[in-house]
């Protein structure tokens, strides 16, 4: 009787199919082999479901210092000069971050790095609630930045396994930057109507908790490995030139002509040169500088930097403007503030409906306009210390915002291969993110620096956002679509 080995044998699709059995090199006839067992299906509404949680909580930790920036500095005796840290800790993370998170998520496994990421963000959020000095909590924000980089990075290429069809993946992303949106608005909500600031963040950090168990099981693993190795010194001085660009931009407060001001740009463009050539040089970069050309790649990379600049830097410091110059409680600015990050939320969730007519690319350059227009409107409402000037131009910018961050995400996917979705993902969010930490440290800098008044400097840092969203809009309107 003929023994055989107890090793496993390997699969082929021939012996699934029924192929006669064949006789090995010791002459023992081999036994057929097992049919493949099919790889499992992805659940389209529990991706989208559970990525979309995600992602507004994500975004909700985010927005969380905007209403409650005064009362978080003074119990972390922060002085105004380092204001600018509560507000970039986390988006330093995400820039820094975003494109190595997208690179692994597309080569390790998306629901392992999605998982992964959200569990981080539980545990940050909940330390941040613990912190007992300014740099502890930047430091537990930049960790939250981190976390938040792997599930929003994996969360789009989640999306795109799961929804195959260009039509049920337009569906999809629409919802997702919806719900980007969502968390934009309900973040000063729920921190503004919970007392205290750290309980806050207590809430926030066990959603993310519930939101990564969850996920365990209802998500399926996907990835499109390339091979190599992850791209650690490209991530290194990327992150470096980072922190030295939104160093010197919070330094320039004081003067902007200061030589700690000129060397600390002076070494985040050497950081970035010294990147560029990383990137030129390794087997498997963060991101393909050729995808550079594509004027796909070039709106949505665009998009997001002005995204980050001319929107997000504006209105991550307008609430805490608001409550200072206008006196207006945290609880009220939160609503006040909802009128604009609410409007985003439903444009978003509908402006799906216009990308058969509208491209994402010329939604952008709409999105941007509307930003302008809205912002310009808003002009002297804070001089004259009248909330309701300001209405008008919260729904014009509301508007504009929805349509950003509806078209950001479909373009960011449609500009890359489909099976490098997360890094394309990335590479979007993460110019978005260094348009967030330069325009909020830029923000804060020209509001309290013209020595007029806050309600002069925030006139002058509406007038530069709005002159940004229109250089972006003529930007991204200009590029020519092509194959």
Do not use: K
Not at 130 to 155: I, K, M, N, P, Y
Not at 207 to 229: C, D, F, H, M, Q
């Amino acid at each position: 009787m003929t023994r055989f080995s107890g090793r496993t044998i390997g699969r082929d699709r021939s012996a699934a199919s029924g192929a006669p059995s064949v006789p090995s090199a010791s002459g023992a006839v081999a036994a057929p082999e097992a049919p493949e067992p099919a790889p499992p299906v992805a659940r389209p509404a529990a991706t989208l479901g559970l990525t979309s949680a995600a992602t507004a909580v994500a975004l909700m930790t985010y927005t969380a210092p905007m209403v409650t920036l005064p009362d978080v500095a003074a119990a972390l005796h922060t002085p105004l000069s380092a204001q600018a840290w509560l507000l970039n800790g986390t988006p330093l993370g995400l820039a820094a971050l975003l494109l190595v998170a997208g690179t692994l998520a597309d080569d390790y496994g998306r629901r392992r790095v999605f998982v992964t990421g959200t569990l981080a963000l539980g545990i940050t959020t909940a330390l941040g609630a613990l912190a007992s000095s300014t740099w502890l909590f930047t430091l537990a924000r930049v960790s939250q930045g981190a976390a938040s980089a792997a599930l929003l990075a994996s969360s789009l290429g989640l999306i795109v396994h799961a929804f195959q069809s260009p039509s049920g993946r337009l569906r999809a992303t629409g919802v997702w930057g919806a719900f980007v949106s969502g968390g934009i608005a309900l973040g000063p909500l729920v921190t503004g109507a919970i007392p205290n600031w750290r309980l806050s963040y207590g809430v926030l950090g066990a959603a993310a908790l519930i939101v990564a168990a969850l996920s365990v099981r209802a998500l399926t693993e996907s990835r499109a490995p390339r091979g190599g190795r992850p791209d650690i010194w490209g991530a290194l001085t990327f992150g470096l030139a980072l922190v030295a660009l939104v160093a010197a931009l919070t330094l320039g407060r004081d003067g902007w002509l200061r030589a700690p001001v000129g060397l600390l740009l002076l070494a985040s463009a050497a950081l970035l040169t010294l990147f560029a050539t990383i990137e030129h040089r390794t087997a498997t970069p963060m991101i393909d500088l050729s995808l550079l050309r594509r004027p796909r790649f070039l709106a949505s990379s665009t998009g997001g930097l002005f995204t980050g600049l001319a929107v997000i830097g504006l209105f991550s410091f307008l609430p805490a403007l608001l409550q200072q110059t206008l006196g207006l409680s945290a609880m009220d600015t939160a609503w006040l503030f909802l009128l604009w990050s609410g409007l985003s939320f439903v444009v978003a969730l509908q402006a799906r409906r216009l990308s058969g007519r509208i491209p994402p690319r010329r939604q952008l350059a709409l999105g941007f306009a509307l930003h302008a227009a809205g912002v310009l409107a808003m002009l002297g409402a804070l001089d004259a210390g009248s909330w309701r000037r300001l209405l008008p131009g919260l729904v014009l910018a509301g508007v504009g915002s929805g349509l950003l961050n509806a078209a950001l995400p479909l373009l960011s996917v449609e500009s890359v291969p489909a099976g490098r979705a997360a890094m394309g993902s990335g590479a979007q969010q993460t110019f978005r993110y260094i348009g967030s930490c330069a325009g909020v440290a830029l923000t804060i800098a020209l509001a309290t620096s013209t020595g007029d008044g806050l309600a002069h400097g925030a006139d002058v840092a509406m007038v530069v956002s709005a002159g940004l969203a229109v250089v972006a809009a003529v930007g991204v309107g200009v590029l020519r679509e092509r194959a």
